[in-house]
């Protein structure tokens, strides 16, 4: 399976994300507005090694979920005294996962933050079984990392207060200096993205917070595709087995006050209520519950060695265990043929929503760029969304100076794109349709000369649609004040309305403001 995602991670092209987050590892910032810096760092640790290459990019993710996988199976082999097969579970579970048995290949904040919290947990359970208050230390430092990934890490806060607190053990930690000096090795590991925010006017925290305060209608549909999204990256028979140890787990873990099942329910629980809640009115994304999940497989591995001894039927003990047998060998064979379909078959099955073929064909938009860059004599590209400028600066590596000339809150602290090849110089203009007439062009002294337009396909299905520009008269401020409209950046939650920067979003696509 390892062997498979390396080679998917070496034959897909990068997906718009993870060219974007590519951009970043080329910067030397502290931070960035959509995430803390960890996953340029895993980026730039894979094209240290490996170069400029998907796979290189790639290389962290792979790690990552080796990482999970050896961490999962030591949670399970100190808890389970060592039954191999408890051990092997935790093992293959993961494997029978699409997120993580293929899609862990593709890097973002997730696949960071997914080893740095399971150390977490990992730690707590070390201390759990030796008593020992210096493991609290360590989970402190993976805590930090896990922030330093993605700020949703936030949401193990209370598995690890109900760890502490809810066992017998919890005046015994509440007078020790331990907890303490953890909760404040995490603020400090995590001192970069506070300091970038805190000289930033706390950008990152103003930005990802309208997701969490967003106020929408209720609707099925968010509901439906979120139940729906979890089925499909878990597992149709994964998912429910995993629900079923962790509630079975936390049944055990606050009946008996055991600290570990405690942890482990608890970090998967909890999490996965508020995103079902939050999903009753947003759009809740595909992968930010993927973090939760591992500490579910823990939990149904270990629950498969405690069920024949806490008075269950003879019939749920050998169901249970079926069940998450099922789950391996039909995920496993799930995760397979998914990757052959993108590997290997020539069809598109799913339409313009597949989550590939979405993100796919840029390498023909490059071309024509290039092409018209020696036909006009231009020396500098522009966009106007940060996933267009992501896939043409990894595809022109450099050759040109590409900026985008809009939301600019984005490249806060970003070095000189080339300056002196773009100051009174022509350029040329990639602008999504119909994204490439939106209004800010009325605040700029820009002359615009339209090119030819280029579409961008997948499997012989057109998925998008690029004007191709000459644009002069006009050089971009890419430091402008942060109440203008080409600093701001697009609101993250879906609403119907206009926002009031003239933009509103429909689906991934945004369409200009109505007039009035």
Known sequence: MTVMRLVYAHALDLRTDEAYYWTWSKENVLSFLDHPPMVAWFIRFGTSILGDTNLGVRLGGIVAMLATQLLLADIVRRVTSSNVRAVMLALLLPEAALYYGLLMAKVAPDTALIPFSVAMLWSLVRLAQSNDGRWWLAAGLFAGLSLLSKF??????????AFALVPDWRW??????????????AVVVFSPALIWNAEHDWASFRFQAVRATAERAFTLRTVGEFIGMQFGLVGFVLLPVTLFGTVLTAWRGYLRREPV???????????FAYFLWKSLTLRVGDTWPMFLWPAGFAAVAINVTRMPFEGWSVGLVKSTVSWARSAVSTGIVFVVCVFLYYMVAPWNLIGRTDPIGTEAGYDAVAARVEAQLQATGATWVAT????????????????????????????????????SQIRDHTGLYVGREPENNLPFWNETTATRQPLERVTRSWRGMTMDTYSLEKISGWTPDLSPPPDTTFFRWRVLAMRPEPCEIAFSPCGRRWQPKAAG
Do not use: C, K
């Not at 099942?261 to 999490?271: M, Y």
């Not at 969304?385 to 970003?414: H, K």
């Open 384 to 419: 106007s969304d940060y996933r267009t400028y992501a896939m043409l600066r990894w595809l022109l590596r450099g050759r040109v100076p590409v900026i985008e000339i809009t939301e600019r809150g984005r490249f806060q602290g970003f070095a000189d794109p080339g300056m």
């Open 152 to 161: 949703t890490a936030i949401m193990f806060a209370p598995a690890v207060l």
């Open 172 to 185: 015994r930690w509440l007078r020790s200096p331990y907890p303490f000096l953890a909760a404040l090795i």
């Open 261 to 271: 099942a405690i942890l482990l329910s608890t970090a998967v629980l909890v999490p």
